[in-house]
């Protein structure tokens, strides 16, 4: 397969521009005309892409002939038929003016367009299997993605000054450590966590539902720029592209299979941070919660994680690292105190001094056994030794 | 056994003025004797009273001679040291009179002594095998300790409005349907829920550290005679003992065993109620907690519960009634939105009307599948069909 032979000198040249690096122009075509084509987790062209390779799969899937590839993987006819269908889908927005200037709209904003076969493609994404993004459209920080930990805190937007505390207060402490705060770049909770971070010189990553051209929402404006500048813009689909309700329920799917751990922080009882909690549970990576006053409609969604989805409940930073196995520095637990001590304790005046069986009899306790705790706490200087007997030491 | 051998003519007759229904009037002052001369929860006792019944047991005991009874149960040497140890802590208090006085004491505040072998003995306490009570002292409706559901509410004294707003609206709630209230009688989370309980005619039980003829804490006075009056108070220690913190944390363990479900509403990092919570998690009671915010020391026992103890978070008083398996009137569920027609929603506009192509070409889907998926949201109302193509309805 010679893609010099399918794509245009135009789209070569915008695919050069925009990716240097890569020898493999038409592999840079192709991923950027599946981001194009196919709607975000379209499991079928995730399928024809593992099977084929993306330029193949591409080809194929745009050649108006009918029937499926001649390989013996496609020979079964629910796929055919499923593929027949896709197709169908794909073409309507097969354009190969809208591919060139997806590459053109990215190199404008000085995107990246990261693709599977980098080195430095997140592979906690490949989790998502077949619904794995076809590629990604990256400003900022690209390293980002793949290198240390990351941790995915989401939330309400309609969240309150409660949750924006905790959500600060988390992300500023984990970013501080250098863990990587994934969030949507939304109002309320999500913009509460990359500001945390981005306060305290640590990294963060929006994710987006639209193109990475497009601050959305539009007060974020500024919040998007400084978190393209210092961390990550990502999103699955090019430039210019609108987020739809869609869009932003495939996107958290992205949030959740990207971060080591995800944190909902306030959320309703319908809020769209369940979707990602959802997807965290189902890729099996840890879910916290972090729970809030019960009277409070914000924080119905956390109990609801709690309750039904299994969720950790976090109230800290360093819970928020136990979620990835980080150990804790045990707080040292007292010594489980001995019953029979704090019987005699209870049964000792710090005023009138008491005789020995007197105090065997408050305490229930063996007149030896007194005698015996009563020399140890007389060694803790816990007890005083008077003429008529004893009495508890004062402090 | 006789025991009009043993026991005292004056001994015998305030048995029987307190328990004119008991043949059995050795019982009743055996067990009565038991609840002076051992401290709550004392397994050595309890073993002993299992084994020999409690009129035996306490003649044993109280036999100055050395020795094991003669049974083949106490043949093995570390049982017999055991008990040598435990009577060296009984006898110190083996004092006739002090029987007599928690016989009369207890009558003069009219309360009862409820015994393991009444019919209305609370079976669930027999969980605590040899460190159940030896009996039980009940001021009010002793019915309310067996009969239908019981559930322990308990939390801080030193709780918050928060905390207390909680501890109200649940025991309120579950009281007014039957349930009963246990609780500990102290200041804070305690108080709220049994006055709720009372507020709305519901039934609640007090569970003393002291005796039953002892207001205590001393500001909870007129409420303990509330609770005395339309529910019960309970101690298993005879009228005229102080409470301590010994018997503080033994009290507990009724607490905890007496109810279907123990639910913690606050409690401190270090707050008793952790230790009620330990008692019903070892006896395989259910466990609630009620969440509250991250940022109040009040909450935070509760959070431990959460993490370390497997608590349940509980919200609502039907999540309480869940603990002990009483489904919920499920909510429905809204029918998890198709995403293709998600997809088509988003595409449309309820402004300029689309043709079917662009519609396509906006959500990613087929033409074939725009087409059908246009005839359901039309006959649903959804969509306007206009010569230019198709817009959304106004709602």
Known sequence: MNGARVFSAEARSAARALRPDVQAVDTVIARAAWSVIAEPGDGTAGALIRDLGPVEALLWALDRRAGAPNSPERENSTDAERVAQARARWLPRADPHAVVHALEGARHVHARLVLPEDPGWPTMLDDLDVHAPTAL?????????????????????????????????LAGDLAHTGTVIVSGGAYGIDGAAHRAALRVGGPTVALLAGGVDRAYPAGHQRLLAEIAACGAVVSEV???????????????????????????????????????????????????AVPGPVTSAASAGCHRL??????????????????????????????????????LLDALSSRSPLPVHELARRSGLAVERVQALLGMLDLEGAVQRTDDGWRRAAR
């Not at 987020?243 to 909902?264: E, H, M, Q, S, Y």
């Not at 150990?327 to 704090?342: G, K, Y």
């Open 238 to 288: 090019p430039c210019g592209v609108a987020p739809t309700k869609w869009r932003f329920l495939a996107r958290n799917r992205l949030i959740a299979a990207l971060g080591d751990a995800t944190v909902v922080v306030e959320a309703g009882w319908r809020s769209g941070s369940l979707n990602t909690a959802g997807h965290a549970a189902s890729l099996g990576r840890p879910l916290g």
């Open 137 to 169: 459209w990256v400003r900022g920080h690209q390293a980002l993605l793949a290198m240390g930990r990351r941790v995915s805190i989401v939330g309400a937007r309609a969240s309150t000054p409660y949750g924006e505390h905790l959500a600060a207060e």
């Open 306 to 343: 709690l309750r039904e989805y299994d969720a950790r409940c976090v109230t800290t930073a360093q819970e928020v690292r136990e979620l990835w196995g980080e150990t804790p520095a045990r707080e040292p637990r007292s010594a489980s105190a001995d019953p029979e001590r704090t019987r």
